[in-house]
């Protein structure tokens, strides 16, 4: 057939989600806007405050009036709106742990306004992924929980409330990452459950979210042999065709809005079959965008993705219908967004809501004799390496939080080669000790440095701030469930008897 090639351009740009680095928007971007980009990506590196980040979203609107701007804002551990002081929501995990809807609806809302209010339209959240095996290095807190029907009433509520915000949510990672022993980020993960048990497990959620109207999904870069023996998910008209989008009657998930690709650069798929490549086959398996930027925030990776979008198209690859079907789905998603408002009625601001889940999350074990800690303390952090997901440069502990209310409380930082109870013995000297850990069931060294600090002063505190898998130990143990701010500053609280 003949092809418009100013129509197949605008088209290849359209299903694009690229990223870009400083806290403007460069002039490259705003160009492409002009010739039909739709979709922008912001990390962490791009904002500074609320301020700055709605004068950046007003740049963008400037260029192309219903641009969608999206961000990954799981809250918890995973924040890029609060990436530099740690988030006021707590993730999944806690939200799981009160097994409140309500709550859980209220928190989504008031996440939403924040970005509607700032001008970020769509949302790549919630995780609706069931933590199955409690290993999994990538996703941990980021879930509501291993339970298939927990997840799924709690990513149904978080959909509702955010959506209620104007803000489009993006579910993800289709068709479920929680039984995974490998981060995608680095290489490629395989799930060999059956088809019996993806569906009673893994896409439990993702029917719930469905349902409850998710206008996007996420796809996940995970080989499931049961759908598609050669292809990840990303990548398999098996998964993406043949199961998200196929009517329920015909044992799919009917999926009717916007398919968007986890990260291409990530090494699941850039390291196999590459991100040009990659992107050609995801199209073609019925994605609608690509979503990149992460890693890869340059005008140079924009324009090598658009030429082989439209190569493909010349050489017969990838259906020009099916390219410009994805076009067609993300200016629809964009249109909602425009005129989704910034809220329903009632959605006043809810500020405190962060701060009383990740209160109610909290589970505290204290043996009789426990006191609260009356004067300063010195608080250890064993930090193992953060996933890439999660970053390592947003801060996270009850250090900064115990020091307003215990003032001169000290923390020092042990990683896998610093865990030494006598240097953490030497450094708090007279001080009550609060050993902060992240996932201590995963981490050998983190629970032998604990235990010798155990039997060196039983007195100790000990917040886990990830997974609670292991037993409650010390004088006083919490359990977070995530490593929020404001879940730094719930276990302050109770350690400080306030």
């Known amino acids: 057939m003949d092809t418009d090639m100013d129509t197949l351009t605008r088209n290849a740009l359209t299903v694009l989600q690229p990223g870009f680095t400083g806290t403007t928007a460069p002039a490259w971007l705003l160009r492409r806007l002009g010739e039909g980009l739709a979709s922008v990506g912001l990390f962490g590196r791009n904002i500074a405050s609320p301020e700055q980040l709605s004068a950046l979203t007003a740049q963008l609107r400037a260029e192309c009036g219903d641009v969608l701007v999206a961000i990954d804002e799981e809250g918890g551990d995973v924040t890029r709106l609060e990436v530099r002081t740690g988030s006021s929501f707590p993730g999944n995990l806690a939200l799981g742990a009160v097994d409140d809807t309500k709550l859980t609806r209220a928190v989504a809302r008031e996440l939403g306004r924040r970005l509607a209010e700032c001008g970020v339209n769509l949302n790549w959240a919630p995780s609706a992924d069931v933590n199955s095996d409690p290993d999994n290095p990538v996703i941990g807190v980021r879930s509501f929980g291993a339970d298939p029907q927990l997840v799924a009433r709690h990513t149904a509520a978080y959909v509702e409330g955010l959506q209620a915000a104007g803000v489009a949510a993006c579910t993800k990672h289709f068709p479920g990452h929680g039984d995974t022993a490998v981060d995608s980020h680095h290489d490629m993960p395989r799930i060999d459950a059956d088809l019996a048990t993806l569906r009673s497990r893994e896409l439990v959620p993702f029917h719930a979210a469905v349902a ?45 809005g916007l398919i968007v690709t986890d990260g291409m650069e990530m090494r699941a798929i850039a390291g196999t079959h590459g991100i040009e490549r990659g992107s050609v086959l995801a199209i073609a398996a019925g994605a609608d965008a690509i979503c990149v930027g992460g890693g890869l925030a340059d005008e140079d990776t924009v324009l090598r993705l658009r030429d082989a979008l439209v190569a493909a198209v010349r050489a017969g690859e990838l259906q020009e219908e099916r390219l410009a079907d994805a076009a067609a789905r993300v200016r629809a998603l964009a249109r909602w967004t425009s005129g989704a408002g910034a809220a329903e009625e009632g959605n006043a601001p809810a500020p405190e809501v962060g701060l009383t889940a990740a209160r109610r999350a909290l589970r505290v074990t204290a043996s009789p004799s426990f006191k609260p800690l009356a004067g300063p303390a010195y608080v250890a952090a064993f930090t193992p390496l953060a996933n890439i997901a999660v970053g390592d440069e947003t801060p996270w502990g009850v250090g900064a939080e115990l020091a307003r209310l215990l003032p001169g409380t000290e923390t020092g930082t042990y990683g896998r080669e610093e865990a030494r109870a006598s240097d953490v013995l030497a450094a708090a000297g007279g001080r009550r000790i609060v050993a902060v850990v992240r996932d201590a069931h995963r981490h050998g060294w983190m629970a032998e440095a604990l235990d010798a600090l155990l039997v060196a002063r039983p007195d100790t505190v000990v917040v886990e701030m990830g997974l609670n898998e292991a037993p409650a130990r010390g004088a006083l143990h919490v359990a977070t469930h995530g490593a929020a701010r404001v879940c730094g500053a719930a276990a302050a609280e109770v350690i400080a008897g306030a």
């Open 212 to 256: 409850a109207g998710t206008k996007a999904v996420m796809s996940a870069h995970i080989l499931l042999p049961a759908l598609d023996a050669d292809l990840p998910a990303t990548l398999s008209p098996a998964a993406l065709h043949g199961l998200l989008r196929a009517p329920v009657a015909d044992g799919g998930l009917g999926f009717d």
